[in-house]
C-alpha cells in the first residue's frame, strides 16, 4: 500500500508544465531554463559523442556546476522504430553503464542519471534516418518513414518518458526546408498541417499528461513569418504547451547583409520576435564561433534575447567539435568560459 501511494504521488507530480504570458510553468511555478543541445544518438554513431573521455555524470556535474537546468537531446526516427542493436562498447568505452544496450536502452538510461542532477530533457526527432537531414518530415515513397511513421515514433518517446519528472516533452521534427511550407493546405508540404495533425493524436492519447511540445519554423528552423496570423489549431489540452522554437545562426552558416544592430533586430523580429504577441517562444538552436563576424554576432543576439525577454534558450552544442560553430565545451575536458558568460548574461538566474 505504501508503494502504491508513492507512485500515485510521483506519476502526479510529472511534467506538470504549461505556458501563458510569456513564461513557462512548472507547478504552477515560474520556470526558467538555461539549456544546451548534445547530439550523437541522431548521427550514425548512434549515442551521444564523449564517452569515451568522461563519464556522462562528468559533463552533468560540469552542467549543473554552470546552472544548466535542460538538455534538447537529438534522437532519429530510425533508432526510435528500428533500431535494436546493441551499441558497440567501444564508443561509450569510460561509461560502463552504457555497455550492452540498444541506443533507446541508452536514453532510459540518460534519464535515470540526469534526474539526480535535475536536468530536464526534451526529446528532438532531429533526423528521420541516421544522420541524413530530409527537407520534409517524411520520405516520399518509403514505407518506413511516412509521416504517420513520424507521428507513431513521436507518441512511443512520449509514452515512454512521460512518467520522468525531467521529462520536458518532444520537438516534432527539426528544421523543415527547402520546399517544407506553411499554410499553404498542400498535404505533402504544408509543415501547418503535420503540427495540427501531430497535436491532435498527443491530445488524443496522452489526455492526462502535461508535456510541452516544441514546434521549429520553416527554412532551416529559423522562419516564423508567416505563423502569426496563421497559427496551428492546437487542441484545448495542448494550446498552453504549444511551444514556438525558431533556430539562428549567424555568418558561418548563413549569409547577411549587414551586423549592424538595427538590421539584425529588424530582421529577428520579422522572422519570429513579433511572435511573442501571439505565443510562446524558446530559442531551440543556436550558436557559434567566439571570434570574428560570429562572435559579433552572438553578442548582438544575446542582447536582442535580453532585450525581447526571450530568454529561455538551448545552446549548440555541449560536443566541442560541432562542424562550423564549435561547441560549449573547448574540449572533452573543458567548457569555454567565454560561451559560458555569454550565456549567463542571457538567464543570469535559470531555476
Known amino acids: 500500500m505504501i508503494f502504491f501511494i508513492f507512485m500515485v504521488c510521483f506519476l502526479s507530480a510529472c511534467n506538470a508544465w504549461s505556458a501563458h504570458d ?15 543541445n548534445w ?17 556522462l555524470d562528468f559533463y552533468l556535474q560540469g552542467l549543473k556546476r554552470n ?4 538538455m534538447r537531446l537529438p534522437v532519429s526516427l530510425e533508432l526510435i522504430l528500428y533500431d535494436h542493436d546493441i551499441v ?6 569510460v561509461e560502463p553503464r552504457f555497455y550492452n ?8 538510461v540518460f534519464f535515470n542519471l540526469a534526474a539526480p542532477y535535475d536536468m530536464n530533457i526534451l526529446l528532438d526527432v532531429h533526423r528521420l534516418r541516421y544522420g541524413v537531414s530530409n527537407p520534409l518530415w517524411y520520405i516520399p515513397d518509403d514505407h518506413l518513414y511516412t509521416e504517420d511513421r513520424l ?24 528544421e523543415p526546408h527547402y520546399i517544407a511550407d506553411y ?10 498541417l503535420f503540427i495540427e495533425k501531430s497535436l491532435q493524436s498527443f491530445d488524443s492519447l496522452f489526455p492526462e499528461s502535461h508535456f510541452l511540445v516544441f514546434v521549429n519554423g520553416i527554412d532551416w528552423g529559423k522562419n516564423m513569418s508567416q505563423f502569426g496570423d496563421n497559427l496551428p489549431i492546437t487542441p484545448p489540452g495542448l494550446q498552453d504547451r ?38 510562446n517562444l524558446f530559442i531551440g538552436e543556436w550558436g557559434g564561433k567566439m571570434s570574428g563576424k560570429d562572435k559579433i554576432w552572438q553578442t548582438t543576439f544575446a542582447q536582442y534575447l535580453i532585450d525581447r525577454e526571450i530568454r529561455n534558450n538551448f545552446y549548440w552544442a555541449l560536443n566541442p567539435y560541432s562542424n562550423d560553430v564549435g561547441g560549449l565545451m573547448k574540449s572533452w575536458y573543458e567548457f569555454d568560459q567565454d560561451k559560458m558568460i555569454l550565456l549567463d548574461s542571457i538567464q543570469p538566474q535559470p531555476s
Open 88 to 93: 558497440p562498447n567501444d564508443l561509450v568505452s
Open 67 to 70: 546552472k544548466f537546468n535542460c
Open 242 to 279: 504549444t511551444i514556438f522554437s525558431p533556430h539562428l545562426y549567424g555568418p558561418t552558416l548563413t549569409y547577411f547583409s549587414s551586423l549592424e544592430k538595427d538590421y539584425l533586430y529588424s530582421l529577428w523580429d520579422s522572422l519570429f520576435g513579433y511572435m511573442m504577441d501571439y505565443a
Open 22 to 36: 510569456h513564461q513557462i510553468y512548472k507547478d504552477d511555478q515560474i520556470y526558467r531554463f538555461k539549456g544546451v
Open 183 to 192: 499554410g499553404s493546405f498542400n498535404k505533402s508540404t504544408d509543415w501547418k
Open 101 to 108: 544496450k540498444t541506443p533507446i536502452e541508452m536514453i532510459d
Open 39 to 55: 547530439y550523437g544518438f541522431d548521427t550514425k554513431s548512434r549515442c551521444i559523442e564523449g564517452l569515451k573521455d568522461n563519464t
Open 151 to 174: 507521428i507513431d515514433g513521436l507518441n512511443l518517446l512520449i509514452d515512454r518518458y512521460q512518467n520522468y519528472p525531467i521529462f520536458l516533452g518532444v520537438d516534432l521534427y527539426n
